[in-house]
């Protein structure tokens, strides 16, 4: 048998030979030295050494893990746009920028290239199915370009569609918003889904009723940003338990600043929360909720929120989950005096929520695990030219601490190879990119050069802090006689 590099063609059966395999069943079982064999769309079975159909390609997975496709269930595409920008943003230099300047500004034409590009960087990172939590639709035309975008790049993706130029309960009540909705419900073909993007503030008066029960009438999930500093609180948790509003399909995003009540609400309702670590720890929403979801049951996927701060990849989600929970589970120890000997989260869980967490979210139980009948989201991580790659000794561990996007081999959707031999099939990033340049020049254009920069460097206001005294000095440069002639050579005086 040939191990051929070459990117196999549609319309034959595949397998993928001698990996590591981590099926993400139910039993977590995790197979050595083992094939997935595809067929069409499905996976047909996952076992060591595979009978297969005449005319089966092959593909060499050996010194190589075999994992479903990654699942983001919160990420604002349209800023990808914006990579980077906000690289020293707070959460409220971000509301001030989208929210109150310039987040009207962006045409469809911004949203779509955006949503492209963040589209295919998913697929490049191995995550086959990508929420975005689109909250910057002004028009129906903003939400045409934006599903046009996604629907440009096999992945799948699931448009949750948002407004925050407007209350949820004007764009809601908007007819063309709805025919949208309705016709994206009734495509529903397993590559583009549909979601409802809206805060809830906690107003007593609670004006997202009405959303809500567009949303219920229609069917359809809602994704909503919870428990985030400053922004969305208990309130907002407890007035849509009371309206009846909190369902298995809700998607409660951060979830980090709440009480006990809130989360047993959404445990008692069979929510689940989207974890988006990187965002919390840096944003400002609260302490990632971990500890909370562990306690009290709730199913938990992860996302990575937005690239105009972070990174658009789950290995990096993953990994800061676990550093983050083992950070505070550390310092509540430190705090008592006591040391922690016995970690709580495990590199498996955070895998799990990375993957077969983000389908059940989704209400997807034909996606990620790697099973027979189940889709062919499939990844497989090998690469043979970095010594990084080996040895695999603990497989979970090695997705979450030592792999990275660079590291994805080969990533299938729905049967279909997007990305093979590390490099992107069938997908030129040469458009994409004159796309987001254009976007960018008009951006800059209409914020001002001066808006532009001081946008993406927010001025310090501690940047003349006092250093402190150091009551270890030993050394005085001010007094010659102490002075060495070799500290002048290393000041280079
Ligand atoms: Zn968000």
Same mark, same amino acid.
């Given at each position: ?83 980077? @920008? ?7 230099? @971000?509301?001030?920028? @989208? ?36 909250? /910057? ?95 969305? /609180? ?88 676990? /550093? ?58 090998? /690469? ?87 009551? @270890? ?21």
């Amino acid at each position: 048998m040939t191990h051929s590099e070459q990117v196999p063609v549609p319309g034959r059966p595949l397998v993928l030979r001698g990996g590591t395999v981590l099926t993400m069943d139910a039993s977590s079982t995790v197979l050595t030295d083992a094939d997935v064999l595809i067929v069409d769309d499905r996976i047909e079975a996952v076992g060591p050494q595979l009978d297969v159909p005449e005319g089966t390609q092959e593909i060499d997975a050996r010194g190589g893990i075999v994992m479903p496709g990654m699942i983001d269930t919160h990420r604002h595409m349209w800023q990808t746009a914006m990579r980077g @920008y906000g690289a020293d943003w707070t959460l409220t230099q @971000y509301f001030v920028w @989208y929210y109150l300047e310039h987040g009207k500004k962006f045409r469809p034409q911004d949203i779509a290239a955006g949503n492209r590009l963040a589209a295919i960087e998913s697929l490049d990172a191995g995550v086959t199915t990508t929420v975005d939590w689109s909250h /910057n639709l002004q028009t129906v035309d903003h939400g045409e370009a934006a599903l046009d975008a996604l629907r440009s790049v096999p992945g799948r993706f699931v448009l949750a569609y948002g407004n925050i130029q407007a209350g949820p309960w004007e764009w809601t009540a908007d007819p063309a918003v709805r025919s949208l909705l309705e016709r994206l419900r009734d495509d529903a073909d397993g590559r583009m889904g549909v979601q409802i993007a809206f805060d809830v503030t906690g107003d007593p008066s609670f004006p997202e009723k009405a959303a809500f029960e567009v949303a219920r009438e229609l069917s359809i999930p809602v994704t909503t940003h919870a428990g985030v500093w400053g922004a969305t /609180n208990d309130d907002g948790i407890r007035l849509m338990h009371e309206n009846g509003f909190m369902t298995p399909e809700t998607v409660y995003v951060h979830a980090s600043t709440l009480t006990r009540d809130s989360y047993q609400r959404i445990a008692a309702t069979g929510g689940s929360i989207s974890v988006a670590t990187e965002s919390e720890c840096s944003a400002g929403q609260g302490h990632a909720p971990t500890e909370q979801v562990l306690q009290y049951g709730i199913p938990v996927s992860l996302s990575v929120d937005t690239s105009v701060w972070w990174s658009g990849d789950m290995f990096s989600a993953m990994r800061a989950t676990l /550093n983050a929970d083992r950070m505070a589970q550390h310092m509540d120890a430190h705090l008592k005096g006591d040391t922690i000997t016995h970690l709580r989260l495990r590199a498996q869980h955070v895998v799990e929520w990375a993957t077969r967490g983000g389908a059940h979210a989704l209400g997807r139980d034909d996606i990620g695990s790697l099973e027979p009948g189940k889709k062919a989201d499939v990844v497989l991580i090998r /690469n043979d030219d970095s010594p990084v790659s080996f040895p695999v000794l603990h497989p979970y561990g090695q997705v979450a601490f030592q792999a990275q996007r660079g590291d994805v081999h080969t990533v299938l959707v729905d049967g279909r190879v997007v990305k093979f031999g590390h490099k992107l099939v069938g997908i030129d990033l040469g458009p994409v990119r004159r796309e987001i340049e254009s976007t960018i020049e008009y951006l800059k254009e209409a914020c001002g050069e001066e808006a532009w920069q001081q946008g993406m460097f927010p001025e310090m206001p501690d940047a003349e802090a006092e250093i402190l005294q150091n009551p @270890y000095q030993y050394t005085d440069y001010k007094d010659e006689s102490k002075r060495a002639g070799g500290v002048e050579r290393v000041l280079g005086r």
